[in-house]
């Protein structure tokens, strides 16, 4: 059995996950979650989805973007 590196379960399903020089065992989506994904950098909330990005910062949403100074920031691509 392995060890999950957020919670310390000792578990016989745990997965690995690696992301570009990063790599965690875990075991369970949520743990990976809390282990893995980037934070907004406004309001600090882990992103699981596409968020939004400018050059060097990664954001939940447009609006917290936008609260950070950056201006031209949508939260949908036009058709």
């Keep these: 059995m392995a060890t999950c590196d957020v919670c310390g379960n000792e578990y016989d399903k745990v997965f690995t996950i690696q992301y ?19 934070e907004c950098a406004h309001c600090g909330v882990k992103i699981i989805g596409h968020g939004v990005e400018d050059s060097d910062q990664l954001y939940c949403c447009a609006s ?6 950056q201006t031209d920031v949508k939260d949908r691509v036009s058709s």
Excluded at 20 to 28: A, E, H, I, V
Excluded at 64 to 69: N, T
């Design 64 to 69: 917290c973007a936008r609260q950070k100074g």
């Design 20 to 38: 570009q020089d990063r790599t965690g065992t875990f075991d369970s989506f949520e743990c990976a979650i809390a282990g893995m994904a980037p």
